[in-house]
C-alpha cells in the first residue's frame, strides 16, 4: 500500500477520534492547513469523500464511516505491537535480581530458566542463592522465591511449585552402625540432624505423615547447622539422620552416598512462591518472569 494513504488513513483517524481538524493538528504537531491538505490528498488518492464539510461541524460519509470501522480497530492493533515491541526492547536491556534459596532454584528456577534466557536473550539475570528471608528491597532484589510458610506478610506473591516433596535421609555407614528407623518414633533413638532457621532463629520442625495426618515433630539434636546443605553434608558423613526437600537430595542419593528412610512418612512442604513488592510487578524483566513461570505451571 502507499505510505503516502496509510499516513493519510492515520491523520483521518485522528479527526475523527478529536472530532475536529484543530484539535487533530494539536494532537499530532502539526498545523490545521497542513491537516486538512493531508485530508484532501487522501480523498484524492482513494477517488471518494471521507468528510462531509459544513460551516459547523465535521461529518463522516458513508464510505468516511466504513474506512473509520474498518481501519480503526487495525490501528489500535498497530499501536499495541509497537508498544510490546519498546516494552520487550526496554526489557532487553535491564537486570533481574532474585534472591533464593538453593532448593527453591532446583525446584521452582531450573526448570524455567533455559525457556526464559532464550525467550529474552537481552535479560541479565543474577540469582543469590541465600537461605534467609532476605529484605529484598534494601538488598536490591527485584523479588524473592521461598516455601510458603516463611513468606513476608506485606510482599505480594505469585505461586512458583506445586507442594514440594521432603525425605528423610542418612548414609549407608549410619544405618550399618545404628539401625535403619521404620517408624517416625523411632527417630528417639537416633541422631537427628537439625535445621535452624537463619532469619527467625527458631529450629525448623519435621514434618511427618502418618495414618493419613499431616504431624509436626521436633526430634532431639545434638548437631544443628544454619543451612540445609550443612545437614547433607553432616548426614553424608555419617553422623545421623536428615531431613530436607527431596531435590536437594536427588544427586546424593543416586551416587549411593544418602539413602532414603522413613520412605512414605516424610509429608510435603508448602509450594514456592515468587514475593515481591507490588510496585516492582509492572517492571519488564519480572513481569517475563512471572509469565515464563506460569506458562511453566499452566
Aim: charge should be neutral; glycine fraction near 8%.
Amino acid at each position: 500500500m502507499d505510505r503516502t494513504i496509510v499516513h493519510g488513513i492515520d491523520v483521518f483517524l485522528t479527526i475523527v477520534r478529536e472530532g475536529s481538524m484543530r484539535a487533530a493538528a494539536a494532537k499530532l504537531g502539526v498545523g490545521a492547513p497542513t491537516i486538512s491538505l493531508q485530508l484532501k490528498s487522501l480523498e484524492e488518492r482513494l477517488g471518494i469523500e471521507l468528510l462531509a464539510r459544513t460551516t459547523r461541524r465535521l461529518e463522516l460519509t458513508d464510505a468516511g464511516q466504513a474506512l473509520f470501522d474498518g481501519a480503526a480497530p487495525a490501528y489500535r492493533d498497530l499501536a499495541g505491537a509497537v508498544e510490546k515491541a519498546r516494552q520487550t526492547a526496554a526489557a532487553s536491556t535491564r537486570t533481574l535480581r532474585l534472591s533464593m534459596s538453593r532448593g527453591a532454584y532446583l525446584v521452582a528456577v531450573a526448570p524455567v530458566l533455559k525457556g526464559f534466557l532464550s525467550s529474552n536473550p537481552g535479560i541479565i539475570l543474577e540469582i543469590s542463592w541465600n537461605e534467609e528471608l532476605v529484605d529484598i528491597e534494601r538488598k536490591g532484589f527485584h523479588a524473592g522465591l521461598r516455601l510458603g510458610d516463611v513468606l513476608a506478610a506485606d510482599m505480594a506473591a505469585v505461586r512458583a511449585s506445586a507442594p514440594v516433596p521432603s525425605t528423610f535421609f542418612a548414609s549407608p555407614a549410619y544405618l550399618e552402625t545404628n539401625g535403619r528407623p521404620r517408624k517416625p518414633h523411632d527417630l528417639l533413638d537416633h541422631h537427628c540432624i537439625r535445621h535452624r532457621h537463619p532469619t527467625s532463629g527458631q529450629l525448623r520442625d519435621w514434618w511427618v505423615m502418618e495414618r493419613g495426618q499431616r504431624k509436626r515433630i521436633a526430634p532431639s539434636a545434638r548437631l544443628v547447622f544454619d543451612s540445609a546443605m550443612g545437614v547433607i553434608q553432616a548426614a553424608r558423613d555419617g553422623l545421623g539422620v536428615g531431613w530436607s526437600m527431596q531435590a536437594t537430595m536427588e544427586d546424593h542419593i543416586r551416587t549411593g552416598e544418602l539413602e532414603v528412610v522413613l520412605d512414605g512418612f516424610a509429608a510435603d512442604l508448602p509450594p514456592f512462591y515468587l514475593y515481591f513488592p507490588e510496585r516492582n510487578a509492572a517492571e519488564d524483566p519480572l513481569r517475563l518472569f512471572i509469565d515464563s513461570m506460569k506458562q511453566h505451571s499452566a
